[in-house]
């Protein structure tokens, strides 16, 4: 088993950048891929990136493409959603998650049943 604690959230203005983490305890990070979902109020919690167990492949949903990057750190057992130029429809609980399945396509890392263990959250808010 793995627990995840993200931090790293909280109010921002439109156009400003916001720093994500989540902390891996339990079994070896470097056993899992690792994902960043989001989910804004009344909506379906939704895929926003991914990165492969060995950093080698990352993955994002268009709306995010050029303004977040997903990054990981195994000796520290730390990933990490950097995210600029936020947008108000970015405002969302984020959530990081891990799976243990391999994945080699885009397609894989999408749904929120592809994964095994999930962090509590962590509140962004992005004022116009």
């Known amino acids: 088993q793995v627990q995840l604690v993200e931090s790293g959230g909280g109010l921002v203005q439109a156009g400003g950048s916001l720093r994500l983490s989540c902390a891996a305890s339990g079994r070896s990070f470097s056993a899992y891929d690792m994902g960043w979902f989001r989910q804004a109020p009344g909506k379906e919690r939704e895929f926003v990136a991914a990165?492969?167990?060995?950093?080698?492949?990352?993955y994002y949903t268009d709306s995010v493409k050029g303004r977040f990057t997903i990054s990981r750190d195994n000796a520290k057992n730390t990933g990490n959603l950097q995210m600029n130029s936020l947008k108000p429809e970015d405002t969302a609980v984020y959530y990081c998650?891990?799976?243990?399945?391999?994945?080699?396509?885009?397609?894989?890392?999408?749904?929120?049943?592809?994964?095994?263990?999930w962090g509590q959250g962590t509140q962004v808010t992005v004022s116009s």
């Open positions: 998650a891990v799976r243990d399945d391999y994945c080699l396509n885009y397609g894989c890392y999408v749904p929120v049943r592809a994964y095994n263990y």
């Open positions: 990165i492969s167990r060995s950093s080698g492949r990352t």
